[in-house]
């Protein structure tokens, strides 16, 4: 019979890393969020642009995270 041998085993980052991102996505929705009683009474295409420009800027971090999530390492 031949062996089968074992999987690489998880690591612990992966799922650290996947509740960092889950708080990056509370805590900047938090803040967005807060920020809406005055962004409300700017106009409407200055509040699509905040918005837009609120809806993309999140994602910036994350490129740094899932590297680390993956290799251990915060730099390439």
């Known amino acids: 019979m031949s062996q089968i041998s074992?999987?690489?085993q998880p690591s612990w980052r992966k799922p650290a890393g996947m509740f960092l991102?889950?708080?990056l996505i509370a805590g900047w929705?938090?803040?967005v969020v807060s920020l809406s009683p005055w962004?409300?009474?700017w106009p409407v295409l200055v509040q699509a642009v905040f918005y837009l420009a609120a809806g993309i800027v999140?994602?910036?971090p994350?490129?740094?995270l899932l590297r680390w999530m993956e290799l251990g390492k915060w730099r390439g």
Request: no cysteine; charged share 5%; aromatic share 6%.
């Open 6 to 8: 074992p999987g690489p």
């Open 21 to 23: 991102i889950l708080a």
């Open 29 to 31: 929705t938090a803040i």
């Open 39 to 41: 962004v409300g009474t």
């Open 58 to 60: 999140w994602i910036l």
């Open 62 to 64: 994350l490129k740094p």
